[in-house]
């Protein structure tokens, strides 16, 4: 196994414990600009290519090295971005809209602490893009994405910004 395949095996097998891993897209096309991890991945597609017949274990080895080498990228950089702490604000926002939406999103925080993890939040824009919604379901409501209802009309506590103060109905 030459070198580029080992090291784009590495942080493959590194990760494949974990179910799901973020990857920066942004940092892994900046480090193809910059040639390391397009290099690689020029060879080890080169030399995926000389072999007329290869096996399966030799066509899961390099697609393992290819996801590493993208997993590599993606998450060096974007660590190296992320490093440093952000403040933490001491003090409400000014703007009483966000100060609702925050106070929303703490319920479902509170919830969370008092051993009702099991509640799924899923906001956006009404259709107008006017109004900033928050519904509020339990986990068995919700779709593969993790946040979206399955059904709408069972077991949905919704928030709007149109309704100011008045939380929940």
């Known amino acids: 196994m030459d070198r580029e395949f080992l090291i784009g095996n590495e942080p493959y097998c590194a990760r494949r414990g974990q179910s799901l891993v973020t990857v920066d897209?942004?940092?892994?096309?900046?480090?193809?600009?910059?040639?390391?991890?397009?290099?690689?991945?020029?060879q080890l597609a080169d030399q995926y290519s000389r072999h007329e017949m290869p096996d399966g274990k030799m066509t899961a080895g390099?697609?393992?090295?290819?996801?590493?080498?993208i997993l590599k990228?993606?998450?060096?950089?974007?660590?190296?971005?992320?490093?440093?702490?952000?403040?933490i604000s001491l003090v409400p926002p000014d703007d009483a809209h966000i100060r609702r939406f925050l106070r929303v999103l703490s319920v479902v925080a509170e919830l969370h602490k008092a051993g009702y993890q099991r509640l799924r939040v899923a906001t956006?824009?009404?259709?107008?893009?006017?109004h900033w919604r928050c519904y509020i379901t339990p986990m068995d409501?919700?779709?593969?994405?993790?946040?979206?209802?399955?059904?709408?009309d069972r077991d949905v506590v919704g928030y709007s910004s149109g309704n100011d103060y008045r939380y929940f109905g």
């Open 62 to 69: 390099f697609q393992r090295a290819m996801a590493g080498w």
């Open 124 to 130: 956006g824009m009404s259709p107008s893009g006017c």
């Open 141 to 152: 409501n919700v779709r593969q994405n993790g946040w979206e209802p399955i059904d709408w």
């Open 73 to 87: 990228a993606g998450m060096e950089l974007a660590a190296d971005e992320t490093a440093s702490a952000l403040p």
């Open 25 to 42: 897209v942004n940092a892994f096309d900046r480090s193809i600009i910059s040639g390391e991890v397009g290099h690689a991945l020029f």
